[in-house]
């Protein structure tokens, strides 16, 4: 009976060193989420996963520099928006049941615009690398942070390219009527008119639309100097370039910065030729750009989207003004971004009070079959 006694005992104590054991394993593998929302599926997956990976390279990048002190790692959880609004809130309480600290998102504003207010009520942090419309900074959101630029910036640029470089003094506009899209297209229309450029026409299409007959009769009617085209996606923007194209209109060709990817030339091909797309200046030749770029082909096979470096700059930013609070707490965490002064593979990155990080647009020109940089709107001069 002693004996029996003595084993019990013995694994009694075995089994509370293996339970501390397991405890002190379970605190040692904690992890740090962060979560992605965009576009995975539908017209817009392209530039939805290009900020997916973006993000998931950051955190390659951080790991391998030593992690997250206190982590021991960190996880990436993607949620699909479809850049749908409805779709996209549910998309952030996902996130919030995950609980991530921090999401790198979205894409279309008018899925960012509502995620955000949902993400806000828990205090998580967001960083867009995508959504440029003026409201998404401007609601007094603490934790909601830009790395892109803002359309009441690329408007104006895109109109000084347009009188001072190209001489164009009438232009026909045409948008898809969601919030970013249709913003900027409105924007650029009274930047056209304080300019002095006439606008003969502002007309608008479907999402989902593929046949543009209706409206680019009206265009070729019009023969506008320039017709603007600014659409949600490339792939939407490159059947209107064909279309255009097949229908003989001869105006210049202009888009903005979702129109601005390399699908745009997979697509329309030859028809892309000669088109002015208005982006960030990325400089591609900076030690930053080439080490991201090393990393995402490694990953991926392909060459950076349009937003992939941008969504990288963002899901860094977030890592590092974390790792210098040594802590995750939001409002110790977003004192830490706003220190924040680095150079990023998309640009300097440094972030405002209102959570921008400023905009420096310049005109791409399609040659050969690659975006060139052709108009600096900061210097007002070719490159």
């Given at each position: ?100 600290t921090a999401v790198v ?59 001072d470089v190209e001489g ?216």
């Amino acid at each position: 009976m002693k004996r029996l006694l003595v084993l019990a005992v013995a694994l009694l104590a075995l089994g509370l060193l293996l339970a501390g054991c397991g405890g002190e394993e379970k605190k040692a593998e904690q992890v740090l989420k962060i979560g992605t929302m965009s576009p995975l599926t539908g017209p817009y997956a392209a530039d939805g996963n290009d900020i997916r990976q973006g993000a998931e390279i950051a955190v390659e990048v951080f790991t391998e520099a030593g992690g997250m002190p206190g982590f021991s790692k960190i996880e990436v959880f993607s949620e699909d928006t479809a850049c749908d609004p409805k779709q996209a809130v549910a998309a952030a309480n996902k996130l919030i049941n995950e609980k991530v600290t921090a999401v790198v998102g979205a894409y279309c504003s008018s899925s960012t615009i509502p995620a955000s207010e949902t993400l806000a009520e828990e205090n998580i942090i967001m960083l867009t690398p995508a959504s440029t419309n003026p409201k998404v900074t401007e609601r007094g959101l603490p934790y909601m942070f830009r790395t892109c630029g803002r359309d009441d910036h690329q408007a104006p640029a895109a109109v000084k390219f347009m009188k001072d470089v190209e001489g164009v003094k009438t232009i026909f506009i045409v948008d898809d009527k969601t919030t970013y899209s249709q913003g900027l297209a409105e924007g650029v229309a009274a930047a056209a008119a304080a300019a002095g450029i006439q606008v003969l026409e502002h007309d608008h299409v479907n999402q989902g639309d593929k046949d543009y007959s209706a409206v680019l009769t009206k265009v070729k009617a019009a023969n506008p100097d320039l017709f603007y085209i600014s659409l949600q996606n490339s792939a939407t923007g490159a059947l209107m370039v064909i279309q255009a194209k097949r229908m003989g209109i001869d105006a210049i060709l202009m888009g903005q910065d979702a129109v601005y990817h390399p699908k745009l030339m997979e697509i329309a091909k030859a028809d892309a030729e000669g088109m002015y797309c208005t982006f960030g200046a990325i400089d591609k030749d900076a030690p930053k750009f080439k080490e991201f770029l090393s990393k995402y082909q490694a990953k991926t096979g392909n060459e950076p989207g349009a937003y992939s470096a941008y969504a990288f700059d963002s899901a860094t930013a977030y890592l590092m003004a974390a790792k210098a609070a040594g802590t995750t707490d939001p409002a110790k965490v977003r004192e830490e971004m706003l220190k924040l002064d680095f150079t990023g593979a998309s640009k300097q990155i440094k972030y405002e009070e209102n959570g921008d990080s400023g905009s420096n647009y310049t005109v791409y020109k399609v040659q050969d079959g690659k975006f060139v940089p052709y108009w600096n709107s900061l210097t007002g001069e070719k490159y």
